[in-house]
């Protein structure tokens, strides 16, 4: 039972527009969520995260938005560029105070055309 | 400051042999995970340490075994490989009690099992 989906397997977003990735969750005990970037090779790198109790977290380029009531998430990042070409991992936190177990979506390819 | 390292960084095994997985940190990270990607899945946890001398299992824990060392190193360890253990392994860590708990993620290991 996949409790976090990546329903598209890849984007391609002409370089300069809005890439938006989007993730959904089923367990309503998610309390945090965080999206991690990973190049060819390498290991996943944070990103950006949000709280349960926000709806929007904006970090630069990169917007996070969160409806908790359609238990659904984005990703923005505009403008994009050709670096931001990588695969995207939403993940989520049950509640609780340390040691927060991840659980990961199947990821999102995104592909910058230039 | 190298972060998190794993070694080796590919291996070449032939079923029923054995090997160990290593990972070290230099975050001073309370705990500690063994990841595992396989294509199409994301990324699924095997196991984690929440802090040194604890051990739990993930979601799919079957057919392997870890050590914490000591605070900087987490060892995964395959007694007897199947093809199915095929998967690029990734080792990460956290503070442990950060909200939410970012965890760095090592550059991986390519492993096959034939």
């Known amino acids: 039972d996949q409790q976090v989906k990546q329903n598209s397997p890849s984007l391609s977003v002409q370089e300069g527009r809005i890439s938006i990735l989007n993730c959904d969750y089923t367990n309503s005990m ?6 991690y970037k990973k190049y ?5 790198t944070f990103l950006i995260s949000i709280s349960s109790i926000k709806d929007k977290n904006e970090d630069g380029r990169f917007t996070v938005f969160l409806n908790k009531s359609a238990k659904h998430l984005s990703l923005h990042i505009v403008p994009s560029q050709p670096g931001d070409s990588a695969v995207y991992f939403c993940a989520a936190s049950a509640r609780g105070f340390g040691n927060e177990k991840l659980t990961f979506g199947t990821g999102t390819r995104l592909t910058i055309i230039p | ?90 080792c990460a860590s956290s503070d442990g009690r950060a909200l939410p708990d970012t965890q760095y993620f090592g550059p991986g290991t390519r492993l096959t099992v034939l």
């Open chain 2, 1 to 90: 400051n190298a972060g998190v390292t794993q070694t080796p960084k590919f291996q070449v095994l032939k079923t029923g042999q054995s090997m160990t997985l290593q990972c070290a940190q230099d975050m001073n990270h309370n705990s500690m995970y063994w990841y595992r990607q396989d294509p199409g899945m994301g990324l699924r946890l095997i196991y984690y340490s929440a802090s040194e001398g604890t051990t739990d299992k993930g979601e799919v824990p079957n057919g392997y075994n870890v050590s914490r060392l000591n605070k900087r190193e987490f060892s995964l360890r395959l007694e007897s490989a199947a093809p199915s253990q095929t998967s690029v392994y990734f």
């Open chain 1, 30 to 35: 998610f309390d945090y969520f965080l999206w």
């Open chain 1, 40 to 44: 060819p090779a390498e290991g996943p």
